[in-house]
């Protein structure tokens, strides 16, 4: 397989060969909002966002069970697991291990976290089709979360970006704290904008902008969308939001007024973020598929099912399921 020098000497050479409309190629699918019958795409974050939360460490069989469940509800995309220092992450420790076990559906993407070349290397021989690189509006979330500094991230993701799409591995693009931060408190939209165009013209396919605390509002989530529309074509923005202050269903519902068509959503609320307190948790994916299909909005996913595997690993974990309409949904079934 491929050896990390060799892939730290082709970064700079794939840089040049390829351009933005091979990247945007790799995921054919357009997402914007006028194409044909109302659609929307959800990316479940679930067993990677949710479950590295976790405290305790959850068996592997559980994980890849997890997966493979959900893997049959309609889903499109499911990040699956982070390929990254297992130390800081112990929770992701089998990351490896879940993504060469899981049975991958056709038709169904399975994106891993991969932070450097280091790991990259490890994605690839694992023959990982999809990773997600995170970068940061916020300096100081930047420093304790990945360790560096925007600049540095943005410059490492670029290497990352270029040998991943160089093998076909789609990149998706994270941007954490869109709207506020726990240290720095509210983000500049403008300053958001400009990493969301560095993230697109290195190659990511689609631009995950997160509210990673989930203080959003409709008011803030929008001027930011605004701005980052000006530079990343609508199509390939996703939200993903936070319930924290109870906003991320308005967040989501604003968003889509301004064609945003891709959400990010955690399967029973599962998650938070370990380097920001007070984050409690993703919108329930769930929520935003009832709301979704409640305004003629096509998924693809069935809903009862995903709210089987909701109540399932909320099992597992010994935690009630955070979704509200699942809570509402399975009531009504049994009464
Ligand atoms: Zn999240």
Not at 64 to 83: D, Q, R
Not at 142 to 153: F, G, Q, W
Not at 312 to 323: A, T, V
């Amino acid at each position: 397989m491929v050896g990390l020098r060799t892939i730290s000497q082709s970064a700079s050479r794939v840089r040049k060969s390829v351009t933005n409309v091979r990247y945007a190629s790799m995921r054919s699918q357009n997402w914007g909002p006028h194409t044909g019958p109302k659609k929307a795409k959800i990316v479940e974050v679930g067993p990677r966002d949710g479950l590295q939360n976790e405290k305790k460490f959850i068996p592997t069989d559980i994980k890849i069970n997890f997966i493979n469940k959900l893997s049959k509800t309609g889903l499109k995309v499911i990040e699956t697991t982070s390929i990254v220092n297992t130390k800081l992450v112990p929770q992701m420790a089998d990351g490896i291990e879940v993504i060469t076990k899981i049975n991958r559906e056709p038709g169904v993407e399975y994106p891993v976290l991969v932070p450097n070349l280091k790991n990259l290397e490890r994605a690839i021989k694992a023959d990982v089709k999809d990773i997600a690189i995170f970068a940061s509006a916020s300096e100081e979330f930047s420093k304790k979360n990945i360790n560096c500094s925007i600049p540095e991230s943005l410059h490492r993701f670029q290497d990352v970006a270029d040998i991943a799409n160089s093998h076909g591995i789609a990149v998706r693009g994270y941007i954490s704290c869109v709207v506020g931060c726990p240290y720095e408190g509210t983000i500049s939209s403008a300053k958001v904008a400009t990493i969301a165009e560095k993230l697109y013209k290195m190659g990511c396919y689609e631009i995950s902008l997160a509210d990673t605390i989930g203080v959003g509002t409709p008011g803030s989530i929008s001027k930011m969308i605004e701005d980052v529309k000006e530079v990343v074509p609508v199509e390939r923005i996703a939200l993903h939001c936070h319930d924290t202050y109870g906003q991320a269903l308005a967040n989501i519902y604003c968003s889509l007024e301004y064609g945003v068509r891709v959400f990010d959503g955690s399967i029973a609320g599962l998650g938070g973020c370990p380097f920001a307190k007070g984050a409690t948790g993703n919108v329930a994916t769930e929520d935003i598929v009832y709301m979704l299909h409640g305004m003629g909005y096509e998924t693809g996913i069935q809903l009862p099912e995903l709210i089987k595997i909701g109540n399932y690993i909320s099992q597992q974990l010994n935690r009630s399921n955070g979704s509200k309409a699942a809570l509402a949904i399975s009531l009504k079934d049994s009464t």
